[in-house]
C-alpha cells in the first residue's frame, strides 16, 4: 500500500507540473498575444557623411524597431520621442524625422531619421562637430516600449567627419591607421581615403566589370569600402592595382595636383606606394 501510495503521489506531481507547464505555456502565448510591445535592436547608432559625395546633401537614417507580439495586416504606427536634454541636434536644421510604421505582416521598422548636411558644423583643419539625437519609444495604442529601459531609447550620433574605416585585424585593431602605413596605401590620411573611395566608384564604369564591381562592394563591406577584410584587397588585388592604386599613384605623384592638395590638406605625406614596384 505504501508503494501504491508512493506511485499515486508521484502521478499526481507530474499531473501537476505538466499542467503547471501547460498553464504556464497558454499564460505566455495569451501575454504575447495582447502585448504588443516594442523596442530598438540595434545598440551603436552613428552616421558620418565621410567620403560621400560632396552632391550627397542629405541621408535617410533607419533607426531599426522590433515588435514583440502578433502581427497584423494593417499597417502600424510607432510613437516615439526626442529627449531634449540628451539631443543637441536642431530638427529642421540638422535633421528631419518621419512615421516610424510597422508594415502588414512584419514584425520590424524603423524611425527615420532625414539628416541633413548643410549646417553641420566643422571642417578638417578645425575639427568635426559631432551631433547627438537621442529618441525614446512611447506607448500608444499599438504598441507599448518593452524589455528593459535601455531597449527603449536610442543616441545617434552624426557629423560630416572622415573616420578611419573599421578594417581590423583578428584582435580587432584598427590595421590602417596614423603610425601603421597600409602597405598598399601608405600613411593614413582621410584625403587619401576619399580618392580611394572615389576611384574604387569608376569601376563600376568600366566596360563589362559592373557585376565584378558590385561583388566587390559586397566583399568590401559598402560602396565607401566600409569593412575591406584585414584590409587585403585580396582576391580582387589586380583589379585594384590596375584600376584603383595605379591611378591614385599618378594622381599624388603629379607636381601640378600637389599645390591644390597642399591647400586643402597641408600635412598630407605624399607617399602613396607605387602598386607595381618590385
Known amino acids: 500500500m505504501k508503494n501504491l501510495s508512493k506511485y499515486k503521489y508521484v502521478v499526481l506531481s507530474l499531473v501537476a507540473v505538466v499542467c503547471f507547464s501547460a498553464c504556464s505555456e497558454t499564460d505566455y502565448l495569451k501575454f504575447d498575444e495582447s502585448h504588443n510591445g516594442v523596442y530598438f535592436t540595434q545598440d ?3 552616421y558620418s557623411f565621410s567620403v560621400t559625395a560632396d552632391s550627397i546633401r542629405s541621408y535617410l537614417f533607419r533607426m531599426p524597431i522590433h515588435i514583440m507580439g502578433r502581427t497584423s495586416s494593417d499597417e502600424r504606427e510607432v510613437a516615439y520621442r526626442v529627449n531634449p536634454d540628451s539631443t543637441d541636434a536642431i530638427e529642421g536644421v540638422h535633421y528631419e524625422l ?3 510604421i510597422i508594415a502588414p505582416d512584419s514584425i520590424t521598422g524603423y524611425i527615420p531619421v532625414i539628416i541633413l548636411r548643410d549646417n553641420l558644423e566643422g571642417s578638417y583643419a578645425e575639427g ?4 547627438r539625437l537621442y529618441i525614446e519609444l512611447e506607448e500608444n ?3 507599448i516600449p518593452t524589455l528593459d529601459s535601455l531597449s527603449q531609447a536610442r543616441l545617434l550620433q552624426f557629423d560630416n567627419a572622415i573616420d578611419i574605416p573599421e578594417w581590423v585585424d583578428y584582435k580587432g585593431d584598427k590595421i590602417w591607421r596614423p603610425g601603421n602605413p597600409h602597405p598598399d596605401l601608405g600613411d593614413w590620411h582621410p584625403y587619401t ?3 580611394l573611395v572615389e576611384q574604387f566608384h569608376t569601376i563600376q564604369y568600366v566596360e563589362n566589370m559592373y557585376e565584378t564591381y558590385q561583388k566587390m562592394v559586397v566583399y568590401y563591406g559598402g560602396e565607401n569600402l566600409e569593412h575591406v577584410p584585414y584590409a587585403s584587397f585580396n582576391p580582387y588585388t589586380h583589379i585594384m592595382r590596375k584600376y584603383v592604386l595605379a591611378p591614385l599613384y599618378e594622381y599624388f605623384s603629379d607636381d601640378a595636383n600637389k599645390e591644390e592638395i597642399l591647400k586643402m590638406y597641408p600635412d ?3 607617399n602613396f606606394p607605387n602598386p607595381y614596384a618590385e
Open 44 to 46: 551603436k547608432l552613428k
Open 98 to 100: 518621419g512615421k516610424a
Open 128 to 131: 568635426y562637430k559631432t551631433y
Open 141 to 143: 495604442d499599438n504598441f
Open 193 to 195: 581615403f576619399i580618392k
Open 268 to 270: 598630407y605625406p605624399f
